[in-house]
Each structure stands twice: as C-alpha cells, then as structure tokens.
C-alpha cells in the first residue's frame, strides 16, 4: 500500500484489513512520522525499514539471490525501501553499496559478488550510468532504479531515467524515478510469481 | 548489432566477425532497405523479419514460454522485431494480438493464454495502457514497451513511455521507446542468461 | 470563484456579491483554512467539502445520473470537489471509487453501475489508465480528470494528462489536472446548460 | 479505424470484416493516397471527405444540432475529417468558420448560430484562445480540438492544447490534437451514445 | 534593482549608492519583507507597492497613456508591480481590471478605454488568451505578459506564455512570466527612452 | 496572410477580395514554391522576398527608423521577412547584419547605428544573446526574434527565445521563434498605428 | 564530497576517514547548517565559505592564474563555492564581479583582467549571455556554469545552460546548473591534473 | 565557419575573404554536398572529412596529445569533424574508438591510451556514460561530446547532454549535441590559446 495521500485513518483501517483477510506480508510504503505512529499504536509488530512498514514478514529462503547494487550513499534511502520489501518475502539479498561509475576500482573490487547474483537491481540518480556498466558485465535481469538524488541537470530523476532507458546495455529494464518497491516487486515476479 | 549509423560496409565487416568468431546466432536490427540488400548478399542465410536480420537461429527450445502481446495492429512492426530476437534463440513465444484496453472484452477472451505465460511482454503506443492492465491479471515478470504509435499527443512514444513507468500495477518494468530488441533481451536475460 | 491568489477580503467580498445578485448555488473553490474561516464568518449557511465551501445548494433533482469513478484512494479530494459541485447543483451522482485498472476484478464488479450512469467522469493519477477502459465499456459521454496523485515519472499529473488525451477509447474527452471543478462543470453542461 | 501504420492490405481486410459484421457507418481516419486508392477498388462506395473514407453513411437526423467552429483556414482539414464523422452518423451540423479571437466582430457576428447550437467543437491552433472565448458565450458543451497549425512557439499544437486545457471559461473539455475524429465522437456519445 | 538572492545589506548598501549617484527613480523589485523592513529603516521616503519599493518617484506627466488590463483578481500583484514602475517614473496609466475573455460582455463594456490608451500591458494567467484578443481590438503596440495564475496544465504559467507568443494577433510582443517590471520598462522604452 | 495550411485557391482567392476590397499593402507570408507561382499569375505586380509576398507597397516614408540586426548570416531570411514587412508599409529600415556577440568588436563598430535608430529588432539564434547587448546598449524599445538556426541544444529556436524571454537587460519584449513578420507588425504597431 | 542526501553522521565519518588516509584537501560542498555544526565539532580546523567546508587546505601557488567572472550579485554563492575549492588547491584566482552583458561599459572595463587570465569560468544564471562574450573575448579555456538565479522564462537555470551550450562562442563549455564546485574541478583538471 | 544556413554563394565568399585575410587554418563546417562541390571548385586545395572542408592546414606539431574517444560506431561522424579540426590545427590525436561503457573489457584494454593522454574528448549517443567513466579514470581536463546516436528514449541526444551534465565524475565539461568542432576549439583553448 502506498500512503501519501491518504488519510492515518484510511491507512490504519487498509493495513487491519489486509491483516485479517490474508496470510502473506502486509507493507505500507512512503509513510509519514505522523501516519507510522499511528500505525504502530493500531497495528503493533511492524519492521520499520525507512519509510516503510511491514507486518508479518516471511522467513529468509533459499532461492535466487538478489544483487542490489547503489551508486552513491544517497541513493541509500530508495535502495532501504527495496530491500524492506525484498526481505519482508524471504528474498536473500546481497547489497553492494558505493560502486559509482566515477570511482571503477571500487567497482571492479565487487565484481565476483555482482556477477554471480541471480538479479540486479542497479539504484543510481545523476546520470545513472551504471546500470549500463553493471548490463554489460552480467548477463543476468538487470532492473534499474533511477532516483533524484544529484540537483540542476538531474532534473529531479527525470536524467538517469532517460539515460537507463537509453542504456547501450541491451535488456536493462526501468522502473519509475525512486521507486524502489516497483524494483523489488519487479524481483519478485520473476522468482516467485504470486507471492506479491 | 544496431544498423543505423553505420555504413553498409560496417555492416557487412561486422557481420562478418560476429559469423566467424562465435556459434550463437549473429542478428542486426533496424537495418535499411540498403543494408539488407548488401547483407543479403555478402553474408547469405539470413531470415529477415521487417527490418530484422537473423544469421544462425537456434532451435526452439522447450522451457519458459513469453507472452508477446500487442495493443494494436500498428504496434505490429515493433512487436515483429521482438519476436524475431526472441525466436532466433530458440524461445517459445505466445503471440496475442489487438487486446487494447478500450476492448476489454477481447482481451478478457484471452485471459487464460495471458496468465499461462511465464514472462509477458505488452507492446503499446498511444496512452499505454495495456500494461498496467496485464500488470494486474498477472503475477508473472512484464515488460512493457512503449511505441511512438499514435499522433498529437502521443508525443512519438512518451506519453506511453510515462505512462508504463507510472504505472498503478506494481513491479512492471519498462524499456526504451519502440525497442522491441531490448525486451526481447530482457526476456533472454530471465530465461537463460549469457545466451544473449 | 477560484480563491488561490486572492486574499481574504477579496473573496469575502465577492461572495456576498454573489449572494446578493442571484439565486442559484455559490461556489468558491480551493479555499485555503484562513479563507474558509473568514468566509464562514462572514457568510453563514455554506457547506465545506474539502476545500470547496457552497452557499444556496439546490435539491437534488431527477435527471441524467453522473457515474464519479476514482482509480485509488488518493484521487478521492479531486472526487470530492467535483461531487461537491455537482450536488450543489442537484445533480444525481453515482460514485464508485478505487476501480483502479490494475485490480481489474473490482471494475468489473461494478460494471453494471458503470454501465447505467449517463454521463461519467473518471478521476484517475500515475497512468491514467482507467479512463481508456472506462471509455470502452460505455457509450456515454466521458469526462477525464488526470491528478497529480503519484510521484517520479507521474510528472505532478502530466502523465496522467496525456495518457487520457492519447487514449485508444474513442470520444474520451479532457479537463485540466486536478480539475474536478472543471469536470463538475463539463457535467452540468451537458445536463442542465445555463445552470451553472 | 486508424489507419496510419497499417498496411494497405490490413486496411482493406478490416473494411471488409466491418462491412460484413455491421449495419452501422465504417469509417477510416487519416487514410493515405495509396490506402485510399486500394480502398476505393476493394470496397466501392465510400465518400471521402479528406483523408477521411466512409461507407454506409446514415441520413441526417433531427436532434441535437452540432457548432463545428474553426477559428482559421488552416484548421479547415481537422474540421473536415470531424465534419465527416459527424456526417456519417446524421448529425446535424452548423459550420461557422474564421471566427479566430483577433477579429472579434467576425465572430460577433457569429454569436446567434454559436450560442443556438446544442454542443460546440472548437477547432484551432496557434494559442487556442477561441475556446475559451465561446466557452464564455454558450452554456452548452464546449469540445476543444487543439491543431498544429502554426510554427515555432505553436510547438505543434502543445501550445493550444495546454492553452485549452488551462481555459479560464469552466468545463470545456479538451481532446488530442488535431484529433477531430475524438472531437465528432465526444459529440456522438452526449447525442446518441451507443451509435459510434 | 531585482531583489532576490541579494542579502539585505547588499540591498541597502546598492540603494544607498543608486540614490547618491543620480536623479531619477530608484527602484527595488520582489523585496521580502525582511528586506522591505531593512530598507525603509535605513533609506526612508520609499513608497511600497506590494514587493516593489520605490525613491523619488516622478510627478505624473502628460504623454501617451497606457492600457494596464488584467484577465483576473489573481493577475493583481503583476500588475501592481507594472503599475508601480510606470507611476515611477511618471507615465499615465488606465488600469482595466477583471476582463478575462471567458467574460466577453465585462471586456466589450471596457472597449473605449482599450482603444483609447496609446500603449497596452496585457496581464493575464490560465491560457493568456486575452492578448490576442486585445491585440485585435487595438492597433497600438501589445506588451503581453504571462502569469504564473492558475495550476496544473498552467504549467506554472508556461502555457499562457507560449500561447501569448503563438497569438494569431499579430505584433503582440511578450516578457517574462510574472514579469511586470519587464512589460513596464518596454513601456518606458516606447515613451521616454533614457528615462529607465 | 499566412499562406502554409492553405491551398493554392483559397490563397488567390483571400488575396483577390484583399486587393479589392482597401488601398493598403497586401502580403503573404511563407508561401511555397507552387503557391508563389499561382499567386504571381493570378495577380501581378508583387514583389517576392524570399517567401513574402507583397501588393501595392507603400512609398517609404520619413518618420522613426527601425534598427534591423541579424547576428550571422544564417538568420537573414527571417531578418528578410521583416524588411519585406516594413518596407512595404514604407517604414524606414537601418539594416546591421552579423554582429553576434562572438565577435564583439564587429558589434561595437557599429554602436553609433546601433544608438541612433528609433526601434530595434534583434534577430538572432543558437543563445540569442545579442537581445541583451542591444537592450543595453540602447533605450530604444527592442523587439526580440529568436530564430531556429543552430543545431542540438539550440532545440530548434526555443533556446534562443527562452533566452531572450528572460534576458538580464530590462524592457526586452519577445515574438515567437522565426516570426520576422510578427517583429516587423510589432514595429508597426509603435510608429503606425492603425497602419497595419 | 556532496553533502546533501547524507546524515551528519554519515558526513562526520567520511571526513574522518578522508582525513586519516591522505595528505591533500578535504572538501565537503552543499552543507546544511546542521551538517556543518556537526562537522565543525567533530573536525576542527575548517575554513567554511557559505555551505562548503574545507580541511586543510593547500598555500596558494603560482601557476595559471583562473579569471572568476559573475553576470550579477545573486550569482555570488554558486561563484563563492567556486572560489573556496580552487583556493583549498592553492590556485590563483582573479575575480570580476557583476559584468553581465546588459551593461557593456561595465565589462568593457575589466577587459584587461579578463584577457589576462588563463582560464576562465564564467558564472550567468537568467540568459547566461556573459558566456558567449567572453568566450569571444579570450582564447583561452572557457568554463560556463548556469545559475538557477531569476524567475519564470529562467526556468531555475535551464535557460541558462541550454544558451550557453548553444553558444555562438565556439569551444565554450558548460558544467551543470549551480555546479561551482564542477567548474573549479574542470580548471583543477587543466592546471594541475592528479591533486583533485 | 558553419555551412547550413548559408548559400552556396556565401560560402564561396566568405571561405575566399579568410583565405586572403591570414594565414592560419580556414574550416567550413556541416556543409552539404553541393556546397562541398562549389567550394571545392572555388578553392581548390581543401581536404574534406565528412562534411568539413579544410584549407591551409597546420603540420602536426609536438605538444599535448588529445585523446579522442567514442563509444560507438554511430558516433563516428562526431569523432571525425572533432579529429578534422584539431589535425588542421596541428594537435597529436590519439583515437580510441568503440569502448563504450557495455563492453568494459574493451574499455579496460584501453586503459593506458586512456591515462596518457593529455585531454579528453568523449564522444558518445545514447546514455553518454562513458564520459562519467574517462572522467574517473583519468585526472586530466574531460570534454564531453553529446551524440544524437541513438533512438526513442535517447531524445535526439537530449539524455546524452543530460546525463553528461549531471555526471557523476567531477570537473566533466560539456558541449552541444553533436558538436564535435566545438569540442575540438576547447581542445585548442587548452593547449594553443589564440590559435583558433
């Protein structure tokens, strides 16, 4: 569930309902101070990861693992929601944080931990460059996170989206500028179609 | 490889190369009427589908089956170029055709063929809006492309484009404006990565 | 009467203008808290939907019925004001919310109320999606609201805005974003011109 | 149908279904010079009116009267293609042309068969003013058809669609630009929903 | 002087400077109230208007008078800064108020004010149309200026900008958004050239 | 006139009732190649500059001098249209080409022109800076034409008209991109009201 | 390193580890004021100009002498945090303040300093004209930097950085809106490669 | 001197004027191949590459080494009038083509070209990620030469621009779109100030 926009009392109700008619992972994103301590009073046991809720969260499985990959420290918040949601249905994870373009050491110092994830998920903001990097030394599902971290010419995200779709990587896929639940649920369909 | 740019005789070096240094298939997308013509003939052997050549096809190969499916008959050309990747290394395809959203009941009649597909593929132009639908029907991975079809405020694609990356059906991913190449890829990298 | 960019005075004053030299409804739209205040201080009797206040509301009437449809939660203050307008008017109103396209089961459950509603106006944000399909069940008139609901490529609505303008449903037509007023009005032109 | 990025022989194919499946007019949008040629041997009988094809064309009813208003020349062509939808269904039309805002005695001049008529299309381009000028004059249903005439800053038609879209005069409604054909079926579905 | 991101000593060390070294008007455009508090304290004599502050205003001369004409009540604070300016620097100024065209009787009641002024300043928001029509009622030169009134596809005032400079009048000239000061200087650039 | 979205007929015939129906000039602007042909045969006697054509031009005139300055060569047919406009109302023209602001000396050579004519109209492309020079260094009115030359990110003209739009020098007033006839009636509207 | 989007926290211990493992500046740009409380605390030592904080910073150097031009006053801080990176590197730097093209005189004053310099970065937010100026006025290097300084048509520095990127200066370039501290490290790169 | 825009003739004249008038290098740029065949006939002696024609060109000089990169075949034709330019001025260029940031092993084999040169001109379509990569592998001064290689999402180069503008790599400098000469004149600013 999504909560800008939407009443506490609309999300407290939304959350009990989901509680009660179901067995999987309840997850509110996006919440505000105000709306989170509303929940947490109405609806005890929730992990707070950020800005986002999750109750009932599955245990870790096995399966395919998740790379999950951030370019700069802040890209951090947008990659925490990923993997709030990620972890809440049991996907192993691995993060690999700080792999920025700029700096291809650091980058070239994690590539036996990138290659051999099963999925990649690639969150960068400025000119997003990496996805391309990462599609091209994988040739896993690479989904990438366009964010708005950087100012001026990253036009708030609208930058590295444009340049992840126009990624000379063949096969990288997008999601919306931040929105690092549509990646996890995107990770999510391909390994565990139906869990979602 | 990608024909636009190069001149024939790139085309045909290239080609060359990729036939000689390697076993799986060799294709060039986007080729003019021109370079089809010189490749035909410097390089014989190729299937050629709309402005798609294919050198080395594989067989088809039992395993996930992509659900190719298309808003109007005008996204055909986009959706062909797809296929064409998509067959030359071996993928069984589903091809459902003209299930835009402003005919609901075509598409409802072709819903059992929709959520059968392991991976779903939605080729639209004009608002788009065919990939949040599928979205919803399926649990399965869906990537969306985006075609310049349409006039005025299709804006050649981006409205489409923003639409599938706004979509309201979580985990939909989406690729470049008309590159049915690149969802073909992406596909590729779900199914049996390093084919590609 | 539009209230942003006018101050308090200004809009208490021309409401009692309005109240002097007429007799039907008296609308003042997008108030902000101060100018509700002193507005309800200066000109008892109105009612406040959201941030539209409405003096002289007529009865409800027979008449064409008005189909409101929102996509999610989150357009319900587009609805609302729209709604406002429209019984202010007393104009019959149908209204069916959270049909969004990407839980296809909900709007078809509802499509018999759908269906029946002479006039429909579809209040929806990220996509838009949802007009396109509305548009295609029914042969009534259509009225698209894009919100600015959503964030990132959702543009503050501009995706919304053009998704429904390109829409495959023939005959959709459109207001500006966030524009229930305008759709109210849309609406009472259709119905009762002259009214409004 | 559209027909742009259809082959003429799909054209002709889906003419024909239409022609056997129906008994309502068949109409073909924005047909070329070829297409019309292969359509005009296939399936005698058609008018042509423009780029625009219909057979089977209903007689001209009482009803509802239509005010197709343009406000230049150049908007003659989309008028045109929303005149012959019209036509086809029976409509009755009053066409009332060159009426822009910067010679406002012409279309004072205008102002009985303008505010007589039951629904108003407004066709124009450049800034798109007219709309909002014979929104203020008539109560009735205002459709307004953005075009691409004009240069430079007209930025092809995005200028008069915003233009009409941002309307100072409340619930006019706005279509896609240079889509008469949206515009003549807006119309249809407030005069005889079900027919288009 | 343009205030914005200028510190409040800055201001008052420029307008102490601009007061020693010359005769004629000083001027300060969009001050804070922070700076209008600094700046009356430490240069008294200045006459606020709105944001504007002004020294040593000139006495109101004969001349060509201008046409100071608003579509709306929110038009107001750039027409004030334009009226201020002008009233500066002594020049006769007709202000029109509320003539927006969605109102076409309250414009046509203004007719023989309009036609009269020798220079016109056209304020307007939303669409902008009222400048063509202006531009066509009157054969003296047109200053449009775009207003950032409205939301959603006002574009922040960007649609009444370009709609302003895709008017079908022609020769009507247009500044920036919201910039009054701008509209009057051209002003003064057509009667008292030097004077600014 | 504006010839483009007219046929060669409606053409002469707008041209025919113009010539007998007043004693003023009579021009068409941006005809084509075959549009220029029919005009000249149906009615003789025009002049042809560039693609403007004109009847019955006016003997030039004593009376303010408009300053007409291109900064390269490239913008000298839209800085053509407007001398063609001009002089065919008899206004006295004091032309000044290539003196963009790159070269600094050329422009500084010509300051005492520059300063002396009554009017300027700067038409320049790719930044269009030379409307900020020329509004510096004259108190004269400056109208601004931004023109389409240049490549990439002069985007076609509306680099140079958003320059323009908010140039640093005060009093600037703009018309669309390439609209060398809007410039010239702009000019008009100062030294001849009525005229035009 | 690039403060915003990083917690104090975050931002204490990177400039801890900076400063342990090497020898040179420390720099950290776009502090907040609480970053910068914390920071101060934690590191002693800093010199702070507006948001940037510097930790050891280098002895000025001769060398290449870098020309630091504004357009205006508000493009100060951009210029400041210019300023403060090439002076923690030890590079001279000469300074010309307030040259913006709508007062030539003012530039043409300084045409001494500015010919004398090195390299020139030059500072311009509204139209960003000063770049195609100066770029025409020296040989040497020319770094532009847009500022989102004005309002409106400024379009928060993307006017700026589409003009001089389409600059008639040939060989001028451009860094990001308000990116001072890219601009400094472009001369870094030009006068002492490796030290950055 | 830039062709498109002019005639043939003034080619013709403005080529034989700076012949006769120095003695360094003479360039046309862009031009077509008409003109190309005019000037070559004119003035005989030029060598053409691609669309530049070159006159009086230098020996090749010692000095710093250019390293000029591109990241496809497609980006060709940019690379080339860039490397026209600097061989007419003298400059040792080193090429290094086809290491776009997909195919890093290319890139890495390139490595030490990379390091040595003393400035660096990437050029590159689509994403333009490489220029992020050059600019942390190397301390040297980076220009930036968006292409509009590419299709769809590539925005006719527009997401190069951006996405080099808002690179990640500090002290990355960018040009226009498709602006190879004026890459090559920031190239020459660096190393032979006034040779341009």
Sequence with gaps: ??????????????????L??????VLVTRTSKDQRAHLAEAHPGATTIGSLMAWRRAEETSGPTVGLITAG???????????G???AYGRPVERIDDVGVAGLHRLLAEIDRITSADILIVVAGMEGALASVIGGLSPAPVIAVPTSVGYGAGLDGVTALLAMLASC?????????????GAAVAALRMTAPGAQ
């Design 73 to 83: 420290t802040a890209d951090g918040p947008v990659a925490d929601e990923c993997l």
């Design 20 to 25: 009660e008619n179901g067995t999987g992972p």
């Design 169 to 181: 990587a063949a096969g990288v896929t997008v999601v919306g500028i931040d929105n690092g639940y």
């Design 1 to 18: 569930m999504y909560a800008p926009g939407k009443t506490t009392e609309q999300c407290t109700t939304i959350v009990g309902e989901l």
């Design 85 to 87: 949601v990620l972890e």
